[in-house]
């Protein structure tokens, strides 16, 4: 039987410059990686319009139930200034210890680690009760409409069952061990545009000003208080972050102003609560200043929470015992694919420590990418006791 090591296979994975959402090639890669170990692989291309193809990789070993799956990216982000990196980005290599590349942390060597831990487990225990899959996408750093998201819809289509699934994104602010993900929160961005009426800045009684609405709105939704967190998130928090009035002379009452606003929200709302909330104030204020208001929503995900489950505690229990430390199970950060997959199926997410994702010299110890190969494998192990 094969093993694979898992730092040859994230060096191998590093190379391929899978730059969102370029595949140059790797997806072929791994599937042919993964029918080495006995998988079936099916690579799944989406596009929509305006959009470049995607693809895309589900592969299962095994055709009884249950399904423990393992999802991640290969898309990386692009690696900026080649002249800043103290290696190639895409030619990886080891010093003092730590594996550099673009994707050693977010997130190759966490796929890398999975699936020496399934040659691993596959080396010991031929014959298993039940299924390992990967779900892997090209589309999760780019606008992740072609990705993980149809997927799971084609999943769902094909009734295919998964019992558990394991994203291994990473999850860690410092040490290997401190966190599991169970829940994300929700992310929503607000275009808002007050149209008023341009005019001389000498004679305002003709013109009306779309600031002084915008202003007022602003400092409204900066007050408002929308909860004060729950025991598993964050408290609610919105932050504006463009303000534009596109004004190239000094004696012209505007007739239009612009702002951007993002809403990172916990369980206690909905996109569309929010929504509601938020409306609300605009049309107040606009009302009284006799201005108009006009607001797109953008809604990445909502806020969601998998109930800690006896695999979760499995998940958490092995962790310790490899890491020593009893790892937080928390919502914090941004938005992942979970949100697409806890649609059909309870999931958690842990990966490696994600100090240095999307920077400059991003990397990986070796000593993290050994273990976290161990707790996947210890992972597999009890989950199919
Ligand atoms: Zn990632």
Same mark, same amino acid.
């Given at each position: 039987?094969?093993?694979?090591?898992?730092?040859?296979?994230?060096?191998?994975?590093?190379?391929?410059?899978?730059?969102?959402?370029?595949?140059?090639?790797?997806?072929?890669?791994?599937?042919?990686?993964?029918?080495?170990?006995?998988?079936?692989?099916?690579?799944?291309?989406?596009?929509?319009?305006?959009?470049?193809?995607?693809?895309?990789?589900?592969?299962?070993?095994?055709?009884?139930?249950?399904?423990?799956?393992?999802?991640?990216?290969?898309?990386?982000?692009?690696?900026?200034?080649?002249?800043?990196?103290?290696?190639?980005?895409?030619?990886?290599?080891?010093?003092?210890?730590?594996?550099?590349?673009?994707?050693?942390?977010?997130?190759?060597?966490?796929?890398?680690?999975?699936?020496?831990?399934?040659?691993?487990?596959?080396?010991?225990?031929?014959?298993?009760?039940?299924?390992?899959?990967?779900?892997?996408?090209?589309?999760?750093?780019?606008?992740?409409?072609?990705?993980?998201?149809?997927?799971?819809?084609?999943?769902?289509?094909?009734?295919?069952?998964?019992?558990?699934?394991?994203?291994?994104?990473?999850?860690?602010?410092?040490?290997?061990?401190? *966190?599991? =993900? &169970?829940?994300?929160?929700? !992310?929503? /961005? %607000?275009?808002? +545009?007050?149209?008023?009426?341009?005019?001389?800045?000498?004679?305002?009684?003709?013109?009306?000003?779309?600031?002084?609405?915008?202003?007022?709105?602003?400092?409204?939704?900066?007050?408002?208080?929308?909860?004060?967190?729950?025991?598993?998130?964050?408290?609610?928090?919105?932050?504006?972050?463009?303000?534009?009035?596109?004004?190239?002379?000094?004696?012209?009452?505007?007739?239009?102003?612009?702002?951007?606003?993002?809403?990172?929200?916990?369980?206690?709302?909905?996109?569309?609560?929010?929504?509601?909330?938020?409306?609300?104030?605009?049309?107040?204020?606009?009302?009284?200043?006799?201005?108009?208001?006009?607001?797109?929503?953008?809604?990445?995900?909502?806020?969601?929470?998998?109930?800690?489950?006896?695999?979760?505690?499995?998940?958490?229990?092995?962790?310790?015992? *490899?890491? =020593? &430390?009893?790892?937080?199970? !928390?919502? /914090? %950060?941004?938005? +992942?694919?979970?949100?697409?997959?806890?649609?059909?199926?309870?999931?958690?997410?842990?990966?490696?420590?994600?100090?240095?994702?999307?920077?400059?010299?991003?990397?990986?110890?070796?000593?993290?990418?050994?273990?976290?190969?161990?707790?996947?494998?210890?992972?597999?192990?009890?989950?199919?006791?």
């Amino acid at each position: 039987m094969t093993i694979i090591n898992e730092l040859k296979l994230a060096k191998e994975l590093i190379k391929f410059p899978s730059v969102t959402p370029i595949d140059a090639g790797i997806m072929k890669f791994l599937e042919k990686k993964l029918k080495t170990l006995g998988f079936k692989t099916t690579v799944l291309e989406f596009k929509e319009k305006d959009s470049k193809p995607v693809k895309n990789l589900y592969a299962r070993l095994g055709n009884k139930g249950p399904n423990f799956c393992y999802a991640g990216h290969l898309d990386v982000v692009p690696a900026g200034n080649l002249k800043d990196w103290i290696v190639n980005p895409f030619k990886p290599s080891v010093k003092k210890g730590y594996l550099i590349g673009r994707g050693a942390n977010d997130m190759k060597s966490s796929i890398a680690a999975f699936v020496s831990a399934v040659s691993n487990f596959v080396a010991n225990k031929r014959k298993f009760n039940g299924s390992i899959s990967l779900l892997i996408t090209g589309d999760e750093e780019g606008i992740a409409i072609n990705g993980t998201k149809k997927v799971v819809k084609y999943l769902k289509k094909k009734k295919e069952k998964i019992d558990f699934c394991l994203v291994g994104e990473p999850t860690n602010p410092n040490k290997l061990g401190e *966190m599991i =993900k &169970i829940g994300r929160r929700g !992310s929503m /961005t %607000g275009r808002l +545009s007050i149209i008023g009426v341009q005019g001389h800045v000498a004679y305002p009684q003709r013109a009306n000003n779309p600031s002084t609405a915008l202003v007022q709105i602003l400092k409204q939704l900066k007050e408002i208080k929308f909860d004060n967190g729950t025991k598993d998130f964050q408290p609610t928090n919105l932050e504006i972050t463009k303000i534009n009035i596109n004004n190239s002379a000094d004696n012209v009452i505007p007739g239009l102003a612009n702002a951007t606003f993002n809403i990172r929200f916990n369980n206690k709302h909905s996109s569309s609560s929010l929504k509601s909330k938020l409306n609300a104030v605009f049309k107040s204020i606009t009302k009284e200043n006799k201005s108009k208001f006009k607001v797109e929503y953008m809604v990445s995900g909502e806020a969601f929470l998998t109930k800690p489950n006896q695999t979760t505690y499995m998940i958490q229990d092995i962790i310790k015992k *490899m890491t =020593k &430390i009893k790892p937080k199970l !928390s919502t /914090t %950060g941004g938005t +992942s694919d979970a949100r697409f997959i806890r649609k059909i199926t309870p999931c958690l997410e842990f990966g490696l420590v994600g100090k240095n994702m999307h920077k400059i010299d991003e990397s990986v110890s070796l000593s993290d990418l050994k273990k976290l190969t161990n707790i996947y494998t210890n992972i597999l192990e009890n989950y199919f006791k």
